[in-house]
């Protein structure tokens, strides 16, 4: 994907987080823009591995592009991270940190799921690490971006305009 969708979600996160929640007079809430952008870089956080294209690391390996970051477990520990860094900010705001490790962690696993989507590439380890196998979802209506600067040429302008009609409010 070009991260306009994984954006999409981030956004529409952190909108329903602010639907639902209760203002406390006496405390100032996190503006929805501030919200927005945590919630967008938190749906964006699995693709930082990319940065194993630096280190050699095969996108075929479990810690390669689309392996180990985009697995549901590493979405569940990145959720409990965030629960536990925001445990105080959460309860002056009476917000459960099982509510915000299950939002962030939701929000860090559509990552993964919404790769499964796409028609390219070698899958998402999304089981990892009970298992290293990469899975793609039966139906992959998403076409697979370029990767780094490929990104900005004809086909990956084609695939941004495809994700931004999909995921358009």
Avoid: K
Avoid at 16 to 22: A, D, E, M, N, V
Avoid at 79 to 86: D, T
């Amino acid at each position: 994907m070009a991260s306009l969708g994984h954006m999409a979600i981030g956004l529409a996160a952190a909108r329903l987080h602010h639907g639902i929640r209760t203002p406390q007079p006496s405390l100032p809430e996190p503006s929805l823009f501030l919200t927005m952008v945590f919630m967008s870089l938190l749906a964006l956080l699995p693709d930082a591995d990319v940065i194993a294209f630096t280190l050699r690391i095969p996108y075929e390996a479990p810690f390669g592009h689309r392996g180990a970051s985009h697995s549901i477990a590493a979405a569940l520990a990145c959720g409990m991270f965030w629960a536990v860094a925001l445990w105080g900010f959460a309860r002056r705001r009476r917000i459960s940190p099982l509510y915000v490790w299950g939002l962030i962690s939701a929000v860090v696993a559509s990552h993964g799921l919404l790769d499964t989507l796409t028609d390219g590439g070698l899958g998402v380890a999304l089981l990892w690490p009970l298992f290293n196998q990469r899975y793609f979802a039966p139906w992959q209506p998403i076409p697979v971006a370029p990767i780094g600067a490929r990104l900005l040429s004809q086909r990956g302008m084609s695939v941004m305009l495809t994700e931004l009609i999909y995921f358009a409010p």
